[in-house]
């Protein structure tokens, strides 16, 4: 067990503890250098090489004071996890010792080599040089692994010519844009003090727990993070009795360690708790700068992964580990923030009177209606797949909850201008029990981008997909859509009637956005298609959607990717999609031949020799004839399926073009590893549990 579990009680003490954040900045650095870094932070001057030096030691000896003894910059390239380079801090000296040193430079820029990485054939292979670049927005931390201590410093990642190779930079240049135009916009409704306006996040994070010792006996956990072989476990998750459940004792023990971990990051874990389906749970921090609270996401995926195998559980970041249950999503709560701390989406009281408000919520409808796909495809992954459009929530179709009062103030301003708001009320419950204050609006759990309160819960991320795509999607969006507001509003004689015909215009032209009923019924799906809302249930024509020329202007107009960088991307989605496939087809290849079906084939002879005895004996069994036939002919039928799936995996290979090897893994080599599984599902309930190679759902869901 973790040896943390002793160090509850000074909460306030552990966390940030090994974080470089502004309090040991101000107790460790000069002060004039100290504020030339708040200044560059504030983004009023750029970083001065003699900061970074004066900056760098201190951290330095900050770090060796903590055990560290290397340094590495940590990024995010496009493979969707983290990477890390270590250095020591040592430099040797002239009588043969050495001193620990690290530089202003070695601070703000490292020298990883690219080649190895994704780069969508933005890099050839011989051209390897890369850079990582310091983002001192986020705050460099100590991480501990096994003995080893390191300096993390956060950084972003770009190509000798320049391109974005990761996921931070197009996140940070996003910001850029959106704080442009929100900015814009407030200063022509009146606002003259905000300076910058910051994109925020809070991002809740679905996972798995299973008792690492089922998983070393299952390969597609090992390898691909969702099982795909298993037949149905007799109880699932009918009862609801899993969702905010009782923690079990070693989930309470995982749960205290995590939060220690993560504390100590820095990390500001709030709620944890059972989620839906059995062995499923969920944790949330407290928001924070989006590019922060994405940083925050890896490192606690990464934690979660860390502290699970110190309790002797895999904890599995798949969207569907497991057929028949719900699968795992990343709830993203963003909302925008002034820095003299205006939440731009708090409606207050009135919001029919709250301009600025319905400014911003105007902007985000239109937005995500109008680039429903972009938003779509920002989200696409092979493991998503799952979980959108595929019996499972949210749907594909993007819609926005608004609630009642929203949607009654946005139907007022399609008739003419907002003259009331609803209110929430009083509930009483019991006349011993306090009154109770009722929001305004009920929720919405099946809208996969719900307004809830002073945020917008964007629902369709993946929960092992990087924060990052998403937001800065969402980020550019809004920049856009406040350009066009902002332009039409300097473009007009009178403020308060563009004003006016802005909201009137934007609640005629996208209600059909809006939808507050069950987003799960079929009839909603026929209802979206009358109302001309894309309905793309699958990753390839998802990501085949990205390059349209709007999206392209979009990027490249708020300098956030440029064409290159963008098709790029959309290369490298692309191929994941082929290899994560790739690789359940071939552990689904190794586990039906090497495993079931020798295992269903000695069940099979047992079964004979057993029939042929009880005959010897002198009676008969038609029982045992009946399932020796059952089973003998799923047996062909499983031989049939794993013949077809090694042809149509073979031959999905070698078209040479990335987008016809996507097309032909999801429309032939999918439906290939489904027969497989199938087939081997109807024999798991039919063949004698003591020669099942395999821990079982009910193993794995409910043992711990
Ligand atoms: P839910 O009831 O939706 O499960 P949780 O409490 O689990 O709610 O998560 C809500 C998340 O939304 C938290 O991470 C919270 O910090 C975040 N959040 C709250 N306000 C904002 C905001 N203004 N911007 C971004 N995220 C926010
Ligand atoms: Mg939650």
New binding site residues.
Partial sequence: MNSSSNECCGITDIFGLNVFNDKVMRERLPKNIYQAFRQTLEGKCPLDPAVADVMANAMKDWAIEKGATHYCHWFQPMTGVTAEKHDSFISPTQDGSVIMEFSGKELIKGEPDASSFPSGGLRATFEARGYTAWDCTSPVFIKKDGENTTLFIPCAFCSYTSEALDKKTPLLRSMDALCKQAVRILRLMGNTTSEHVI??????QEYFLVDSKFVEDRLDLLLTGRTLFGAPSPKGQEMEDQYFGSLHDRIGSFMHDLNIALWKLGI?A??Q?NEVSPAQY?L?????T?NI?TDWNQLTMETLQNIALQHGFVCLLHEKPFRGVNGSGK?N?????TDDGI?L??PGNTPHSNAVFLMFLCAIIRGVDTYAKLLRASVASAGNDHRLGANEAPPAIISIFLGDQLTDIFQQLNDGGAKTSKAGGEIKLASMLPPLPKDTTD?NRTSPFAF????F?FRMPGSSLSTSGPNFVLNTIIAEILREFADEIEAAKDVQTATQKIFKRIAREHSRIIFNGDNYTEEWAKEAERRGLPNINNTVESLLTILEKDNIDLFKKHKVLSEKELSARVEILLENYVKTIGIEAKTTLHMAKRQIVPSVIQYAGSLASSISAIKTAGAGSAAGVENLSSVTEWLDQLQAAINHLEKVYAESNGTGDIRKHALAIRDKVIPAMNKVRDAADALETIVDAQFWPLPTYADMLFKR
Avoid: C, D, Q, Y
């Fill in positions: 994109p925020t996040l809070g991002a809740e500001s709030k709620t708790h969920e949330a921090p407290i928001f924070a989006v609270a709830h709560n963003w909302s925008m923030v939440n989406l708090e929720r809830t309160g002073n945020k819960e």
